[in-house]
Each structure stands twice: as C-alpha cells, then as structure tokens.
C-alpha cells in the first residue's frame, strides 16, 4: 500500500484521459460501437448462466506496443467475467487479471480474434487489474465490459 | 467446512459452467508475465469500472445465507438541504436503499424509495434519466421482477452519473459513489453483526477503493470542497480507510466490524441531517 499515493496522483493523471475511455465522450465513434455490439454478445453467453452485466463501459485503445491496464474493486464470493471485444479488422485480443501487486492471478482465459474473456473468482476482496492488449502493431479501438455473480 | 465448499462451489461453478459454453473455441492458458511497475502506476481509475455498484457487494454477501435485508432499512426523513453536494451524497445512499429493497424483494419499498430518488435527482437536473426508467421500475416491482429491478437500478446510477457528467456536474458524480458505497458498508456491517462470518467479514476490505474515492474528494472543485457534508465525509473517510486497510489473510473481527458499522453508520447519519 506504499505505493499508493504515487498511484493515485498517476491516476489523477490518467483521468485526463478518462474522458475519452470511459465511453462518455459527445460522440461516439462507428468502431466504439461496433466494439460495444461485439462484447454485448460475447457476455450474453455469460449473462444466460446466471451472471450480471455491470451497467458501463469503457472504452480505449490498444496497439502491440501500448496496453492498457485498469484497476477494479472485487468482492472475494463473487465470481467475475471480464469481457472485451473490439473491431471485426482486429485479431489476437487478450484479457487478463492481476493482482494489486501487479502478479498474474489464476483466471479463465477465452481468446477469439477480436474477442476475449477472463472468468475470475476472488479469495480476497480489494484491488485487481485488467489488461487488455493486442499483438497488432495498427491501434484497436476496443470496448471492456464485466459481469458478476 | 460445509458452507466453504458450498461458498466455493458457488463462486468457481458459474465461472466453469459459463467457461464451458465457450470451450470449442478456447484457447491453452499461457504464462502471464507480472505487470511492469509502470503499468501498474499508470493503471487507468474509472468510476464505471473501478468504483464496484451497491448491487456487487449485496450479491457477494447475499450468498452467506439469508441476510435479513428489510432489518437494514431506514426510516424515511425528509431532507431539506439546498447544497447540492449534500444531494448528492444523499443520492448515492437512497440508490443504495433501492438496491436492499431489491435484495429484499419489497416491492413496496422499491417504489418508495423511486419516488425519493427523482425528487433529489429534480434537485441536481438529472430527472430525466430517472423518469426515462422509472416506469419500468415500477412494473418491475410490481410483477417482481427481481434482477430485471437489480439491473435496472444499476443502469438507473448509470444514467444519472452520465447527466451528471453532461451536466458538467462530474464532480459530484464523486459524491454519489462515496454516498452509495458509505450506505452500502453500512449495511453489509449491519447484516454482520447480525451474524457475523469469517467470509462475509472479508469483503470488507477495500483499501484501494477507498483511497481512490479520497483522491476523488480532494480533486473536487474548492466550493464543494467547502461544503459542510463534504468536509465532514472527507475527515471520516481517513478513519474508514485505515479500518479497511487490512492485509489479504486478515479476517476482520466481530468488534473490528462493530467499530466500522458505528463510523460509516455516523457518517451516513450526518449526510442526511446537516443542515
């Protein structure tokens, strides 16, 4: 927890940037929304077993050389599915979860060319992260979503 | 021992059963490298995905048992305040009380509480979106339409922080998270110290959480800032931080929980009485 003041004056920084990602910008662009439609269905498959769609979204961009990381607040009990989907064009997306030390966690991967999936069951709540990358070098707009149960 | 394995049978199932509908197409796991430490110092902090909702607490410690959700509701008062900061804390507490009628399943109490929730939603400008769900709402809890309700309150937070936003009131889009997650801790101490356990206790830690929604608090514009409500919240929630700042191992006690029930109870007492 030392690390946290930095981490929040980094995110303050980084909330500069908010704007853009979090999907809440004037206008949204043709690929936003083809990236939404795409997770929408991708977690349909998970909202039939019972699980929750956390209402939002968040949307960014991903290249080869720049992922994106996003800290979440997980309640250990509840089992998770982080979702993301971006333009048909885009291929080799990839989720996964950390813990808040930054290490890998054990989680359930999916990967399907412009979609994939990371299924994650907490033992202790708090702080996690999601990144979400792509071995393309051309930028991929890309649209993040999660569900709960 | 039972109900760990239940607990964890409940948790790990759906993931493998969700996991299992996607299988054809899955891929082999692969080492993960650890995030670099700049990735770590510039992970993104979003509300809409790092502040968690009422409604994912609730259903973390819905399944402990059979919470008596209806002990925790509160008396109705009328708020008089014109400070539109103390609204909106207010507001993000009254959406929390929509989340444990839905919890409760009282119908009754879920249309109640609706109708507190556009009247502080007219006070900041954002009754739009509350009236665009409100009806759906309704025929939710009549027919007892239970996740429908769960998903529709959360789309309804949703929409009110986006009016917020383009409203250019992003600021207290802060102050309706801090209200909702202060009134939900309430009540999740609330429902422990009805019947504490080790595993419900645990979700009480947030340390990250908390120090983001402080940073939050210190970010908003100086007049807010002044506010009454807003300082009193801001000075409780180091207290409340340094109560949830507790290592991954460490299963809070039944006293520790009591000490945390009594500060956030203060808290959200003071959100709705400050005058």
Not at chain 1, 60 to 71: F, L, P, Q, W
Not at chain 2, 76 to 94: E, I
Not at chain 2, 201 to 226: F, G, I, T
Request: hydrophobic content about 40%; charged content about 20%; overall charge negative.
């Amino acid at each position: 927890m030392k690390r946290m003041p930095l981490l929040l004056v980094c995110a303050c920084a980084v909330n500069l940037f908010a704007g853009l990602a979090t999907g809440r910008a004037e206008t949204v662009t043709d690929d936003q929304v083809a990236a939404r439609s795409e997770v929408l269905d991708l977690a349909g498959a998970f909202e039939n077993d019972g699980f929750k769609i956390r209402d939002g979204h968040l949307f960014g961009k991903v290249a080869r050389d720049h992922a994106e990381v996003i800290s979440v607040n997980l309640y250990s009990g509840n089992a998770y599915w982080f979702s993301v989907a971006s333009t048909k064009k885009v291929d080799k997306l990839k989720v996964a979860v950390f813990d808040d030390q930054g290490k890998p966690v054990k989680f359930e991967p999916y990967a399907e060319g412009n979609r994939a999936a990371a299924g994650f069951s907490p033992e202790a709540s708090g702080l996690y992260y999601v990144k979400i990358s792509q071995e393309d070098s051309q930028p991929a707009t890309f649209c993040l979503i999660y569900c709960y149960k | 021992m039972s109900d760990l394995c239940n607990r964890l049978l409940s948790s790990v199932l759906p993931c493998l059963l969700a996991a299992s509908a996607l299988a054809q197409t899955e891929q082999p796991s692969s080492p993960v490298p650890a995030l670099a430490p700049e990735e770590v110092q510039h992970a993104l902090y979003t509300d809409v995905m790092t502040v968690p909702t009422p409604g994912e607490v609730f259903a973390a410690i819905d399944k402990g048992g059979k919470p008596n959700w209806s002990s925790q509701y509160r008396p109705p008062t009328s708020f008089n305040s014109t400070s539109r900061a103390q609204v909106a804390l207010n507001l993000g507490t009254l959406i929390a009380d929509g989340f444990i009628a839905v919890a409760a399943k009282d119908g009754q109490q879920v249309k109640n509480i609706g109708r507190d929730v556009l009247t502080l939603a007219k006070k900041l400008s954002v009754s739009d979106s509350v009236l665009a769900r409100s009806k759906s709402i309704t025929q939710f809890a009549e027919n007892g339409a239970w996740p429908q309700l769960d998903e529709e309150l959360a789309a309804t937070q949703n929409e009110v922080k986006q009016a917020l936003e383009q409203n250019r009131d992003a600021d207290l889009i802060t102050l309706v998270s801090v209200g909702g997650w202060i009134r939900g801790t309430e009540v999740v101490t609330g429902l422990l110290l009805q019947n504490y356990n080790a595993d419900d206790a645990k979700l009480l830690r947030q340390p990250a959480l908390v120090a983001y929604l402080r940073s939050k608090l210190d970010q908003v514009n100086p007049k807010l800032r002044d506010d009454k409500a807003v300082g009193k919240v801001s000075q409780q929630l180091e207290a409340v931080e340094k109560m949830v700042s507790f290592p991954a191992d460490h299963v809070p006690s039944a006293e520790e929980v009591r000490s945390l029930n009594g500060l956030v109870a203060n808290i959200a007492k003071q959100i709705s009485n400050i005058q």
